[in-house]
């Protein structure tokens, strides 16, 4: 797997740099860089499930601020037509 990360990487570097000026290519690098880094989160993601079906993982808990957790998430959320609201 980390032989997929370290080209993925090069890949959002590069298509990041070039879509910064105003060039007919720069929708499609934006494409090609939102797509490589699904792609490198997919790849991390099953780098995480390998380590935890192998028992290698170390898994930390900690307490965590569920509001603003939430505030932080909403953005998210929203993009992908999910709908946070607090109770009242």
């Known amino acids: 797997m980390q ?6 990487h090069g890949i959002i570097g590069l298509s990041s740099s070039l879509s910064m000026d105003d060039s007919p290519m720069r ?4 494409l090609i860089h939102k797509s490589a880094e699904r792609v490198l989160e997919m790849v991390q993601n099953l780098m995480d499930y390998w380590s935890l079906s192998e ?7 900690e307490i965590i601020d569920i509001k603003a957790f939430v505030i932080d998430a909403s953005p998210d959320a929203s993009r992908q ?6 109770p009242s």
């Open 55 to 61: 028992g290698v993982a170390n898994l930390s808990f």
């Open 81 to 86: 037509g999910t709908r946070v609201e607090s």
């Open 27 to 30: 929708r499609p690098l934006k």
């Open 3 to 8: 032989e997929l990360r370290s080209p993925l």
